[in-house]
């Protein structure tokens, strides 16, 4: 049996947690019934509905108010029980009406300024003309007022759906002192009659005005009553009013005079009755005050007897012993003073006490503080238990002007006593200004019913306060915006109802707003104290009452106990809920919502607060959601708070407080959201086309995946979407593990096959659903989560979309759509299958390349899709017609939507592979290598897909935003090669530099050497030119030696080109080749020469390299002909050469001829792999092949039959010079070449050639003809005819070789330790059979290297034979005799050149004697 939906949901819970911690888990039930306000029916229950005879009353009046007067707010109920409930016909939404809503309070916009009261304020200059405004809650009016008029409206239901007048009326006209100076204001519950009210003004000289019925009146608003005050002092100023009874009032001025005002008389008619309390008849006062009365002496003294004190408020107390008499305490900026007043019996006066003093003592007292405490007081109220409350402020002169706000509970034990400081708290909220103790910014302290609950306004914060006991345990701060708060309610209507109600509530006006109601559930909060102090909120953190003492602020002195604190992740929290929920979707919502940290850096305990704000979000475990039947409605609700969470930390400057991971996760957050509300879009149109069973694709996607995770429900899809939105990225991955299989199990018959392409296509819509919005949505809010770059802190947390399961499933995606567009196509479509058909991608070749087939990105300039429509651009008529078709079978509207699809996954996959290859570069793990090789590859090919398909403008879209600049450039030639050059000039301007790069690389890579160094301006001249000297660096032996000279040439960079073409020489396989080259080195270095005239020793090593080179050229060159001219002459070949024609058969027989006239057949029976190898080189030679320094040592010396050219001709000289110094030639250029040679091959080389001129003599026989006794010069003349005296002299006096650093002894001229060298490393491979049929070396034996061994171990037998006839001694000898002809040689020189001086100088001194 499937378990229940309660069941599945507490199963959810644990599988895909909803983290119920993050806010509280349950709506307040305090605020429940507001929360279904649009579901319920009016309450015709309410208290405050008139009755039959006032709504008849109504009716007769109504047709004379005026339109131009009605008020244009919303209607709001009166604060009772219920006050949450809506009762007007169309109430405002909720939305609207909540301003803020916490677990225990909440503050509501109960109805908006009528037009005319909007008017008048917005006229008015609050900072030159005070203006006074108040709340009769009982009646359900409010008023505002300026020195010449008041406007009063009613504002609660029960009135306004009867009387929507405002009121106009005019206050006593001030005088020129009192122009700019607002009376004072009280408005009157009308007795009897519900919906209206009575208005009683004071000006501040002391005129009064009482309206007893302003909406019902006969006499309307002109008929009022007046009365005066006959103020002792004309200076003294009215400050403070005060309802203490029904129908009395006390006017209390700023000097501390206090009048008593009477609206009716003792029989009960409307009358106004003002007289002056006095002293006299207080308890206090005995004979000499009545002597003083009878004397004259006045018993009128204000309360505030010293210099510069002031009233700064009055308060109404409890009932006392005597009959309709009320307690009225009055309070200075120095005393507090106490009478009883009464209607019926005369005022006394109990007592007058330094209130500033007991307040500064008790502070010092219970707040253990050793230094002055100096005390403001601003206001007074009383509570319904009789004791004392007074707002004040505490300095320090350590705090200077910042304040510490205390609320002081004071209690006496009897009417007539002093009463004493019983409990004293500091609030949380703490200006950072002195507050004014008078005036319109002067603090108010508010007691609605007599407590427990108390506010204290400030211009813009009230902070409010439930009292248990001695001691504050609730508190929170509601601040304002820049419309600061304009009045409050009036005081508390005596007698206290016998119970008070479960909520205080206090009323305000504020501008900009209207009327407001800020409420406090009390019950609640005492309920919650009374368990436990230190009970555990609902989400793990605690709310207690601190025991230990506060500090004052911006010092450590101890100032109190007993104030309401919690941690600050919950402040925090609180604030963002309330400002996201409630402030930043209400445009006019007066509340700020702002906060601070003082935190350095980032702030933990904020981002702890955000992220569980945004999680609640996410799983819509929050209580301020309510839930929808309207999914998408709901979804996009939820988007818009996740956003405002982030919103609000960016507005309050409060973005770096958070790290980059946390923003990060915000965003993602929003992101999930943005994507739900998108997939559910798809969903709802899914519905609407009811496409088979592709269409429950994604509800039996989400069903498989909540029942994998073990949860069940009879709507998988809504639950899916109500409480588990944070796992959509998990659906993307089990969709890629078990979207393969379900489509290979559809393949098994044509149906299937049918449902298989459909789903692959309805699979492709739920992940662009799903990752595209929420990338989207990153980008779009890129700059309010500070997440662009990632410069600032590069993320190491792996966000959602890039999870490696994404990045394979959208290149499955990418994979299976193609194959789904040829698919289709080769049925349905020839136009877009013969694109496909010859299109081969990036990837697509065969390794082995042998059956590779021509793509046209190969060869892009020859070979082009240029003349194929691009259905994204403007489409030609053949397109139209192919779009025609496709319209008209649902196989070709598949195929299209699939194409449409290509270019969204190509983006997705890009961006995901990009984020996650940056996720693994800065958490350093090796696989970031490998993706970026394969995301690259993968890149290429994607983008290069688009063009078959007919979207070409998409694949140069996805290559500029992904910077595939080869991929670029290949579209620029394979889609538009008539108007590449525009192109190309376009994007070199977008991108400079890089996409020049990839431009020469492509020109290089197929040769396109012409327009590779066709360059036109200066920057193309000086990228190439780096891009050549690059190149060369990574291969000097590439393309770019041969060619870059020339762009050097043109730049007047001879010496770069100098260099180029002397590597371009040395590299070139051909002699001609090699000899212009070096040519035009030599020529270039000339003309650095003749520029710089520099010529130091870097410059002179060039020169001789460079000749050496040339000489290199010169001798091959000499080599050719000398072959040539052999072959001619003995074999009456051919007189000229056929350069470069292999396979001419006559060239071969050449070759071979010239082999065999060179070398005896002794050489060719001992050496036979060497001769083999001597015919390979002659080969080259012949074919004009540049030689190796090593493989030109082995032509001069290999050959042992090489005879002079007979002829007197200047080449038959040379030819014959060559061969006589062929092997003190091959010394020399091994001399000239060993600084590009390793000391191995140097060595060898050098080896090869002492061994094989030591083996070019017949030493055996010449020791047999000198060995014995034979004369000296016999022996000398027989060594003097050896080809070693010849070597040893042309090296020693002729090329000048150093000794004995290029000279060997036969003894060390084995090959014996070079064999391995000379046999594997350096011949056999280029005999081997891996050598191509194109190559110049062909294959040997299946035994080269051991065949080549055994002839240079031939070579070494032949050596050592020769040393047993005395080799060692006849070198010797030969040695000396070479050296001492060439020192005869040098004393000759010199003596010949000391006797051509010595004559000189004798003929100087005879022509002087002449």
Known sequence: MPPTDQAADSLAAQTLPRK?????????????????????????S??????????????????????????????????????????????????DRVLLRGDKHAVFSIASFPEAVGRQLGSVDFGSVPIRSGVNSAGGFAFVATPTSCLVWPYDSASSAMTSRVYRLAMPDPDDTTVFETPLVALVSAENVQ???????????????????????????????????????????????????SGLFVV???????FQVLLQDSQGATELNVHCLSKGAGSRTGMLSRMSSLLGGSQFAPVATDAGDVVVGIAGGERTEIRHSRELFVLTRQRLAKWVVSQSQPEKFMFSMDIVQTLSAAAAQRFDVDVDVEVDVYDIAAMRSGDICILAGLYTPQTGKRVQLVVGMLRGNRVSVEPEVVGLWPLKYAPDFRLCQTGHSQPQLVLPEGGPGMFAVFPKAIVGVVVSGTSAVFEEVVSFRDEGILGTSSAPQFPYASQSTSESSLFLTCAGAGVLQVCIDKDKVLASCAHSANAEDQDGEF??????????????TRVGKASVTSSPEREYQTQIEQAVFFGLDNAHNPLSFAITSHVTGVDSALETAVLRVSQSILDNTSHFIVDRLDIGAHLNERLRHARAVMQFISEGALTPKLSHETRAHLCAHAEKLAAAVALWEYQNSVWAQKNGAASQLLANLIASFLESAGLQTSDPLRTFFRQHVAAIGDVLVFMSRNLAALRRALDDNESGRRDSQLISYEANRIIISILQPAFMFRFQNAALYAIGDLSDSPSTCERWTEHSAVVD???????????????????????????ISKSVLPNDE??????????????????SHASLPDATEAPSSEEAKMRLKLDASPSLTLLRETIDQMGPLANLFFRASVDRISLLENTGLSEAHALVCRYEAARSRYIMCLVPLARASVAFRLAVEYRDLASLVMLVFATDSENAAMHLRAYT?????????????????????????????????????????????????GPMAQIGWIHDVKMNDFGAAAAKLARAGRDSLEVDQARTMLSLSKLAFIAVEAEDAVNDDTTQEAHSRLEDALEMCQIQESLSRYFTVIVRNNRDYAPELVWKRRDDVSDKKAVLDAAMLTTTSNCRHDFPALYTVFNELLRCIWNGRMLSVEDLVDVLTFPDNMSCIEGSSDDAEQYNVLVRERYSLAVDILSRASMNLSEQTREATLRTIWRRVFLSDDWPEIHQRIGGNVPDSELRQELECTRLYNVLQSCLATRELAHPDWYLLPIDSFATSDLDYLASTRLAPRFSSDVTPDSEWKPLSATTSPAIQKDYSAEDNYLRTAIKCNLGSYYSEILRMVTDQIAHSTRSVHNSSDMDAQASTETDSMMEFD
């Open 46 to 95: 309410n208290e405050h509905t008139t009755n039959s005879a006032s709504q008849a009353a109504l009716s007769e009046s109504e047709a004379g108010l005026s339109a131009d007067d009605a008020s244009k707010g919303f209607a709001s109920n009166a604060s009772k029980v219920d006050f949450l409930r809506a009762s007007d016909p169309e109430p405002q939404p909720e939305a």
């Open 195 to 245: 919906s209206d009210v009575g208005v009683l003004a004071c000006s501040p000289t002391g005129q009064l005005r009482y309206w007893d019925r302003v909406a019902f009146g006969l006499g309307g608003t002109d008929r009022f009553y007046t009365a005066n005050l006959d103020m002792p002092d004309a200076s003294d100023r009215c400050e403070r009013i005060i309802e203490v009874f």
């Open 989 to 1037: 301007e977008r991108f400079g530099r890089d996409f020049a790069d990839v431009l020469f690389a492509y020109y290089e890579k197929r040769q396109a050497w012409a327009s590779l160094l066709y360059t036109q301006d200066a920057d193309f001249d000086s990228w190439l030119k780096r891009y050549v000297d690059s190149r060369m660096v990574e291969n000097p032996h």
């Open 809 to 835: 499933l959208l290149m499955q995606r990418l994979e299976a759509s193609y194959s789904l567009c040829r698919e289709i196509s080769g049925q349905h479509c020839a136009s877009i299958y013969e694109r």
């Open 846 to 863: 065969d390794p082995s390349d042998l059956n590779r087939s021509l793509s046209i990105f190969d060869d892009a300039i020859s070979i």
């Open 252 to 258: 209390a001025t700023a000097k501390g005079y206090l």
């Open 543 to 556: 709310i207690s009452i601190e025991t230990s003492a506060a500090s004052w602020p911006g010092s450590g």
């Open 20 to 44: 119920k911690q993050v806010t509280e888990a349950k709506r307040p039930v305090w605020l429940a019934p507001f929360a279904q306000q649009a579901l319920q029916p009016n309450d015709t």
